[in-house]
């Protein structure tokens, strides 16, 4: 099993950067579709990024050009790089593994890291 432990989030200002980090355990990393999902309040979690196993990336229109995900396999870390931040981006930011296995895939999530853009 997969655990996922994010870190990075806080308070910035409107035009700030946060770089997000989401350690995982285990031995399955290096297979697994990576992504970051964040939910503001009040409304329902979306995903934001993702990376897959074969280093391909995808990203919400809203985080095109600002946001980056990149993945360490080594350091069995993915990681979220947010520059250019407005208030919009505030949520809760979460952590989601997608790993493979014989008879589908299995989702693991993190516990969130809080991020409040605010000036």
């Known amino acids: 099993q997969v655990q996922l432990v994010e870190s990075g989030g806080g308070l910035v200002q409107p035009g700030g950067s946060l770089r997000l980090s989401c350690a995982a355990s285990?031995?399955?990393?290096?297979?697994?579709?990576m992504a970051w999902y964040r939910q503001p309040p009040g409304n329902e979690r979306e995903l934001v990024a993702m990376?897959?196993?074969?280093?391909?990336?995808n990203y919400a229109d809203s985080v095109k050009g600002r946001f980056t995900i990149s993945r360490d396999n080594a350091k069995n870390t993915v990681y979220l790089q947010m520059n250019s931040l407005r208030p919009e981006d505030t949520a809760v930011y979460y952590c989601?593994?997608?790993?493979?296995?014989?008879?589908?895939?299995?989702?693991?999530w993190g516990q969130g890291t809080l991020v409040t853009v605010s000036s």
């Open positions: 285990g031995s399955s990393f290096s297979r697994a579709d």
């Open positions: 989601n593994a997608n790993v493979r296995v014989a008879f589908g895939f299995v989702d693991y």
């Open positions: 990376v897959t196993s074969g280093g391909n990336t």
